[in-house]
């Protein structure tokens, strides 16, 4: 079963860079979730989007925005990227749909990102 | 809000040792979802179970257990005869609704041969 696709998986920038990050849910899943997870912490909620419309905002800095679009995958764009932004980025999907609906959110492997 | 705790931050077992990880969660709502995540060390967030809040039937798969209950919000998760291969950090997650996932702090578990 397809599962959910998150690119690149390693990503290597410089402080000050713009990174961007996309993530390909599953399916016919229409709710899409972007954790941070830094140097062992747990992952932390940063936005989420349901039907291409943000949904829930969590603990997301300014610098950082997100968007889903039409065919459901989503990107979340870093700007002036800072030493603190190294991290596990994971991106997970879910349903909302009353026969598919599980409760359980779907996550990809996670993109790694370095800031030097 | 919602609150998981993970009192354990690390354990660290001899391999065929019995180990319980811990888990209180904290929530409101009547109707939510309990998970448990493995983070092997390269990173991926694996699925374990899913209980949600009107099943306190406790669960066994091969050589893991989970103890839900509600009365003392408590979802404790057991590995019998740990293996070295069970090393990682287990992670406790509590989901209401369709709200976002929210994880506990983390058990980073250590079995040595």
């Known amino acids: 079963a397809a599962g959910v696709i998150q690119s690149p998986r390693h990503l290597i920038k410089e402080k000050r860079e713009t990174a961007t990050l996309k993530c390909y849910p599953i399916p016919r899943h229409d709710t899409v979730y972007w954790y941070q997870q830094g140097p062992g912490q747990d992952p932390q909620f940063l936005i989420s989007f349901y039907e291409k419309m943000q949904s829930d905002k969590g603990s997301i800095p300014d610098r950082f925005s997100a968007q889903q679009f039409s065919d459901y995958h989503s990107e979340l764009n870093m700007s002036s990227l800072e030493l603190g932004d190294s991290a596990l980025y994971f991106c997970?999907?879910?349903?909302?749909?009353?026969?598919?609906?599980?409760?359980?959110?779907?996550f990809g492997e996670g993109s790694r990102l370095t800031v030097l | 809000a919602q609150k998981v705790t993970q009192a354990q931050t690390e354990i660290s077992v001899v391999e065929k040792e019995d180990v319980t990880l811990d888990c209180v969660y904290e929530t409101r709502d009547t109707t939510y979802y309990l998970f448990w995540y493995k983070q092997p060390p390269s990173g991926e967030l694996v699925f374990l179970i899913r209980r949600n809040s009107f099943d306190e039937q406790n669960e066994i798969s091969g050589r893991y257990s989970w103890n839900f209950q509600k009365s003392t919000s408590s979802f404790n998760f057991t590995i019998t005869a740990s293996q070295v291969v069970d090393s990682a950090v287990y992670f406790c997650?509590?989901?209401?609704?369709?709200?976002?996932?929210?994880f506990g702090k983390g058990t980073r578990l250590s079995v040595i041969a």
């Open positions: 997970a999907s879910s349903s909302h749909h009353a026969g598919t609906n599980t409760g359980e959110l779907f």
């Open positions: 997650a509590l989901r209401s609704g369709n709200t976002p996932l929210v």
